[in-house]
């Protein structure tokens, strides 16, 4: 994993974990302080903190934006953004809501596939 896909991964679950009132106060002091970091990393850039406002409500464009940022003011390189993130990440893991992940309960389903690029054909009778 690339340091741009550990902030963005930290971001985005830390984002999720906070609107579904899931996060507790020590994910919610890892991920201030993700967000803190990255603030002052990406201050004397021009733009770069609205790319890291703006949210994902384009996810694609969001994080290819975002991306780009923290490339280019080194933040994906800083050793302290990247355990701020880790550190985030392992707190949500320990909550049960890693980057990526969901719980899903498929007891009674059918018909039903569960993970990435997946490809399912079904016939019913």
């Given at each position: ?44 850039r ?53 980057d ?26």
């Amino acid at each position: 994993m690339t340091g741009v896909e550990l902030i963005i991964g930290a971001l985005a679950a830390g984002s999720a974990a906070g609107i579904a009132n899931t996060a507790g106060n020590a994910i919610g002091d890892a991920y201030s302080a993700l967000k803190a970091l990255l603030t002052r990393r990406l201050s004397t850039r021009s733009g770069a903190d609205a790319a890291l406002e703006s949210g994902a409500a384009d996810l694609s464009a969001w994080r290819a934006r975002l991306g780009a940022e923290l490339i280019r003011s080194g933040a994906a390189d800083d050793q302290r953004v990247l355990e701020a993130a880790r550190q985030l990440l392992d707190l949500l893991d320990a909550t049960g809501m890693p980057d990526g992940r969901h719980h899903v309960d498929l007891r009674m389903a059918k018909g039903v596939q569960v993970g990435n690029y997946n490809t399912q054909n079904n016939a019913f009778s």
